[in-house]
Nanobody, 117 residues
Framework: QVQLVESGGGLVQPGQSLTLSCTVSQLTWDIIDMTWYRQGPGKERELVATLLPRPGYIKYAEFAEGRFTISGDNAKKVAYLKMDNLKPEDTAVYYC??????????WGQGIQVNVSN
């Protein structure tokens, strides 16, 4: 059974950095889409960043531009989200989602990121 496990979350102060990891296990298909989402308290889930590994296409939400960096390794079945200059409004549960070549999508369980003094 395919599993996605996010790690790297936690509590940081404004201006600090975190790198989230999403490790995929039990997956034999190539990943065609790696996407990070987040859901803040009382808010709807929103897209943070998308990476399409084969063409190397990357897209960021406006709030992530210039502060967040998405990367991934299809061979190692891992995705990353490096977050710099974190702000209190970045506080959310962050989710990793992947899509594989046969069209199936998988979600991680989510990881909490808190940005506060």
């Amino acid at each position: 059974q395919v599993q996605l496990v996010e790690s790297g979350g936690g509590l940081v102060q404004p201006g600090q950095s975190l790198t989230l990891s999403c490790t995929v296990s039990q997956l034999t298909w190539d990943i065609i889409d790696m996407t990070w989402y987040r859901q803040g308290p009382g808010k709807e889930r929103e897209l943070v960043a998308t990476l399409l590994p084969r063409p190397g296409y990357i897209k960021y939400a406006e709030f992530a531009e210039g502060r967040f960096t998405i990367s991934g390794d299809n061979a190692k079945k891992v995705a990353y989200l490096k977050m710099d200059n974190l702000k209190p409004e970045d506080t959310a549960v962050y989710y990793c989602k992947i899509e594989v070549i046969i069209g199936t999508t998988y979600w991680g369980q989510g990881i909490q990121v808190n940005v506060s003094n």
